[in-house]
């Protein structure tokens, strides 16, 4: 591809996904319409969905980013109802769908309807976690629905690959489908677990940012490389190696974090526009495919391959929650209780993405009734995420689930630093008390007001607000914060237009005022 429409299709993506935050609409769903809408505008260029660009390229930064902002500790508490989902039901799916295709296309063999079981079987949560977080579901929903997307792409590669051998007339019995599933499994795990321990080793020993974030931006294809040159999952080998790293992050230095930070969002939001976009675009080569099929023919195959993919994620999810609870006292005593509300929520929230359509791409030429393949997965991919994306945010309002509590939250927020700040004037005290350590007291004063600042802030939010601005007290200092560094900003850039310091001066004074004003607007939530 030239570089002028790369260009294009990353600024527009960019454009469309910032105005998508403007709009009640999710940013997916919009850049999807967008897509579609562009995809028929005169002199486009063709905007290709190459597999072989999205696997290796674009899902294991997408994968990485993800697994790095997830919680270990709550997957790890919630690895059941994660397999469940992210193995099980994908299994279960590509059985599901597969038959459900056999029976309704006429000609379909089983092992290619299973080929399109396969490659429909997985959804793509990002939209579903994205509405989860702005509406505030419980962090449990959130959680399995993250865990899900980060898992889930593995296993249906490797049921792919199984059910394309079938078809292709290389077929693999059960025995070399388990075995498939094992080495791809066990082995991109076990690639994960031994590269992560040296990556973070290294990323430690690094002081240097820039070389720091630019080893960041390598450790989600070195990982995905390694595992696949041995045939096994570059996914799993890249959550395993991503969930490492984001549980030991507070180990690294300062600086880093805060730029590795900016990159990684930077990033994130690029490639998550570009690629919902990608999946709009993908319209025109989806129908120029279809030519020897009838349109109602072809519009009813789509119809009942979208039912089966949403009908089967429900007979999936509601005996996977109740079921285990119903056999197992053990389970019902580590695992909090959930009602209807809650599968039914994850159950809708099954919109599929660009891996499904990157893989049906991958589908060799060779595969009976490809084309097909290929429609009916996009037409799958857009049905859900239109009509199960638009109706997720309502669902989720009209089941009045419980939300997340902010009070408590702050409150074991403003517990946890009261500890921590204590902690701090203990260590204070003892160092201060050592002759190296002496300082002037307006300098140790100020350190010990540094840190009752940190420790009142939490509490503050939980206090009055302000009845003119309905600001709380911590507010208005964070806000008067921001003007005062913004005045000396001023100050700075004028020094330096009268040449009284010159750029390489100024920039290091910006960087402090840069630095305060983001300590600021963490604290804030923002």
Known sequence: MEVLP????????????????????????LLVAVGLIASYIPGLPPYGLDPHIVLPLLLPPLLHT????????DLRANVRPVALLSVGYVLFATLAVGCA???????????????????????????????ARR??????????????SLVNDATAITAYKVALAAAVGTGVGWAGGIAEFLLASVGGIGVGLVLMVPIHHLRKRLREPLLQNTLSLLIPFVAYAAAERVHASGVLAVVVVALYLG?????????TRLQEEAVWKMVAFILESVVFALIGLQLPVVLRGLEEYEGLH???????????????????????????RWVSQRIREREPDTTWKAPVVVGWAGMRGVVSLAIAFSVPMSVPHRNLILFLTFTAVI??????????PPLIRLLRLPQRDRQQQTLAEAQAQNEASRAAEERLAEMLAEPENALPPPLAERLRTVMERRRNAVWERLGETNPVTGESADDVYRRLAREMIAAEREVFV??????????????????????EEAAAYREEGA
């Open 6 to 29: 790369l260009v294009a299709l990353v600024a527009g993506s960019a454009v469309v996904a910032g105005a998508a935050r403007r709009t009640p609409v999710p940013a997916p769903l």
């Open 66 to 73: 993800a697994a790095v902002d997830s919680s270990y500790l």
């Open 101 to 131: 295709a056999y029976l309704v296309v006429p000609g379909l063999s089983l092992p290619v309807a299973l080929v399109l079981g396969a490659v429909i079987a997985p959804p793509d949560a990002v939209a579903a976690t994205a509405i």
């Open 135 to 148: 509406l505030g579901l419980p962090n449990r929903i959130t959680t399995i629905l993250q865990g899900e």
């Open 247 to 255: 549980h030991r992050n507070w180990q690294v230095d300062f600086a």
């Open 298 to 324: 072809a519009a009813w195959y789509a119809l009942a391959v979208f039912l089966a993919v949403v009908v089967a994620r429900f007979l999936w999810v509601f005996p996977a929650t109740f079921v285990p």
């Open 383 to 392: 049905g859900t995420l239109v009509v199960q994306g638009l109706t997720l």
């Open 494 to 515: 004028s020094l330096r237009d009268r040449r009284r310091i010159d750029d390489e001066m100024l920039r290091g004074l910006l960087r402090r005022l840069d630095l």
